[in-house]
């Protein structure tokens, strides 16, 4: 497999993967113009949403010893939390570019949602459920 495919390869997936979880018809519809929170339709929709990140946030790795597959580079043991992720193949697409030459607006999105996924976060204890009734 050449460069050219990978690259289409990788960013064919990531249009795939996140389009399955952005599925508009699990959303429950409202009249903003641009959404800011998101409420699912069903439970089983916010259950399909969490698998399809899961999957998405899952590090594409060698299996049994095989290489990883697709001539995909191995993520570096010291990468960023982020890098484990399919993000790091997206950072490499923006890095060394095939099929474009402009890569900012991709690597701005891309930096933004992984310093997102790297940031901290407080749940308020009035939205916390006890464990035992």
Known sequence: MNDIERESIILNSAWEM???MV???MFVSNDLARPTDL???THQHSLLFSILLG???SQVQAFKGSPVPLGLKAVPSNSRP???TFIFHLRQ???NPKLGTCTTRLRNEIDAFADWLEGDFVVPRSTCIPLTS
């Open 82 to 84: 982020a890098d484990r």
């Open 93 to 95: 697409v923006c890095a």
């Open 55 to 57: 999957d998405f946030l």
């Open 39 to 41: 409420a699912f339709v």
């Open 23 to 25: 599925n508009w018809a």
């Open 18 to 20: 996140i389009e399955g």
